[in-house]
């Protein structure tokens, strides 16, 4: 990963099954506990590591291969019982929007007194009217909605695709195109 200068790790699941079927089952029913827990180890890794490389991004992520088992699914058995839980939708892209940049912190500068404050709310805070929102130190996230629509080989004969819309932030936009 850093050789290649990314910040996703990808972790094979089968390897994980084989050697920790707890942290597997953990990774699958409850996925956002777990990310959170891989990302800190996955950062402090990093600084240990190449404490260069890690002070140059605030933030790594993690990517999943490999067998899902029963959460390997298409659009068509997508329900809410995977809300939380970490699952692969297998399809086909069949519409992909354009990459928008959304608001994650705004940055405010005082014309009077040259102080800046940082808000993480998108919505302007009820300030007087010295204060200028400054767009070039504003943080924002790369936001894209894919459909993913059910393969037409996968279908029941004499139904229609089933399809389902995601959104999906920051790198993975760059994969779709």
């Not at 990774?27 to 240990?48: I, R």
């Not at 839980?85 to 069949?94: I, N, Q, R, T, Y």
């Not at 990459?99 to 805070?125: C, D, E, W, Y």
Request: charge should be positive; aromatic fraction near 8%.
């Amino acid at each position: 990963m850093i050789s290649n200068n990314q910040r996703r790790l990808i972790i094979d699941l089968s390897r994980i099954r084989d050697d920790l079927p707890n942290k597997n089952k953990a990774l699958l029913h409850q996925f956002h506990e777990e990310e959170v827990l891989l990302k800190l180890a996955l950062k402090q890794v990093v600084e240990t590591i190449n404490p260069e490389y890690a002070n140059r991004y605030d933030e790594f992520f993690v990517g999943f291969e490999g067998s899902f088992g029963s959460h390997n699914i298409t659009p068509q058995t997508l329900n809410s019982n995977f809300l939380n839980k970490l699952v692969c939708v297998e399809g086909v892209v069949s519409r992909c929007n354009l990459v928008r940049s959304k608001l994650v912190k705004s940055v405010f500068m005082s014309q009077t007194t040259g102080q800046t404050i940082a808000v993480r709310s998108p919505v302007n805070p009820k300030m007087k009217e010295d204060w200028e929102l400054q767009y070039g130190l504003c943080e924002y996230k790369d936001v894209q909605q894919i459909t993913i629509r059910e393969a037409y080989q996968n279908t029941p004969p004499g139904r229609a695709t089933y399809q389902v819309k995601t959104g999906i932030t920051k790198l993975v936009t760059k994969q779709f195109k």
